[in-house]
């Protein structure tokens, strides 16, 4: 992976995923859909660019790839929760189980992206 355009222009591309969350917004504002389903499928559609943030901003901080663990993360996490379901006796939902790891993936990795861009700019300035 290409690091140095994170490093061309580095303040500016630390505002990309947040950009990019808002714009997903902004461009659902013109569907006719309720407020808490356009902030969900916001919420949905912006957390893989989180998750490319935080990799891309391990590999500028720490020199480490984590693209392979995060991809196994979501694997097992994806696995548990439709072994859950079947021991439940619930309806096996790959759609639900999707859903659900996509917001708690924007969560994650909006926590985790936000500190490292505060770390990131600190270390910029210093």
């Known amino acids: 992976m290409n690091v140095q355009s994170l490093l061309n222009y580095p ?3 630390l505002l990309i995923p947040y950009l990019f ?3 997903v917004y902004y461009v659902l504002k013109f569907f006719r859909l309720h407020k808490w ?3 969900h499928l916001t919420a949905q ?3 893989l660019g989180y998750v490319a943030g935080v990799v891309i901003l391990v590999e500028a901080l ?7 663990y995060i991809l ?5 996490f994806l696995s548990i929760h439709l072994i859950v379901q079947w021991k439940k006796k619930v309806d096996l939902s790959l759609k639900i189980a999707l859903v659900l790891l996509l917001r ?3 969560l994650l990795f909006l926590c985790i992206y936000t500190g490292l861009a505060v770390l990131y700019i600190i270390r910029f300035f210093a």
């Open 62 to 68: 720490f020199d480490l790839f984590l693209l392979g």
């Open 45 to 47: 559609i912006s957390a």
């Open 104 to 106: 708690i993936t924007f």
């Open 72 to 76: 196994i993360l979501f694997i097992l």
């Open 21 to 23: 969350t808002i714009f």
């Open 37 to 39: 389903r356009k902030i």
């Open 11 to 13: 303040l500016l591309s």
